[in-house]
T-cell receptor
Framework: DTGVSQDPRHKITKRGQNVTFRCDPI?????LYWYRQTLGQGPEFLTY????????KSRLLSDRFSAERPKGSFSTLEIQRTEQGDSAMYLC???????????FGQGTRLTVV | AQSVSQHNHHVILSEAASLELGCNYS??????LFWYVQYPGQHLQLLLK??????LVKGIKGFEAEFIKSKFSFNLRKPSVQWSDTAEYFC?????????????FGTGTRLKVLA
């Protein structure tokens, strides 16, 4: 499968713990996006990379969230000191040109208990 | 602020009925418009896109959408729905005066087609 791959698919963690998610984009895609989706809502933009550079970050994103794409290939999203409100589906997407559309992975479902 | 509105949150249709889902955006400048579909248990998939040219675009599975610049709209249509079209549909936009690459999504429309 040459689509966007996310790992893990599910994560249950206790409040206050740190979690890290990984995303492997489609290999020739230089742009990578992270989104968060909760029930009944559309995907909410978190951050976006062009190659290894993080070009845009949502103002709604807490300082507890950090993302990296060190070699311009895979990316990680870390949430520190998780809170119950962080429970959501975290989606990764990748794309080439702006007009091409983004291709999404299956997502990582985070549950904070 | 840039936003995308989908006014129909839930739609229930019988098979063979016609479908139209509304999407309006508030963006200045030139925009690129997309419809995504999410079937139960599956990831978001691109249904169709518009960035220039003919404002009536055709996508997969018989879907089409019309870009009406004066109305800031990009409504999704299908002449005759099937049970397999049961899914959630999201409108998305990027570009605009800032030329942003990020995709802004609407809240989605959940479509249920009755057999």
């Amino acid at each position: 499968d040459t689509g966007v791959s996310q790992d893990p698919r599910h994560k249950i963690t206790k409040r206050g713990q740190n979690v890290t998610f990984r995303c492997d984009p489609i290999s020739e895609h230089n742009r990578l996006y992270w989104y968060r989706q909760t029930l009944g809502q559309g995907p909410e933009f978190l951050t976006y990379f062009q190659n290894e550079a993080q070009l845009e970050k949502s103002r709604l994103l807490s300082d507890r969230f950090s993302a990296e794409r060190p070699k311009g290939s895979f990316s990680t999203l870390e949430i520190q000191r998780t809170e119950q409100g962080d429970s959501a589906m975290y989606l990764c997407a990748s794309s080439t040109e702006r007009v091409a559309g983004a291709f999404f992975g299956q997502g990582t479902r985070l549950t904070v208990v | 602020a840039q936003s995308v509105s989908q006014h129909n949150h839930h739609v229930i249709l019988s098979e063979a009925a016609s479908l139209e889902l509304g999407c309006n955006y508030s963006y200045g400048g030139t925009v690129n418009l997309f419809w995504y579909v999410q079937y139960p248990g599956q990831h978001l998939q691109l249904l169709l896109k518009y960035f220039s040219g003919d404002p009536l675009v055709k996508g997969i599975k018989g879907f089409e959408a019309e870009f009406i610049k004066s109305k800031f709209s990009f409504n999704l249509r299908k002449p005759s729905v099937q049970w397999s079209d049961t899914a959630e549909y999201f409108c998305a936009v990027n570009g605009g005066t800032s030329g942003t690459y990020k995709y802004i999504f609407g809240t989605g429309t959940r479509l249920k087609v009755l057999a």
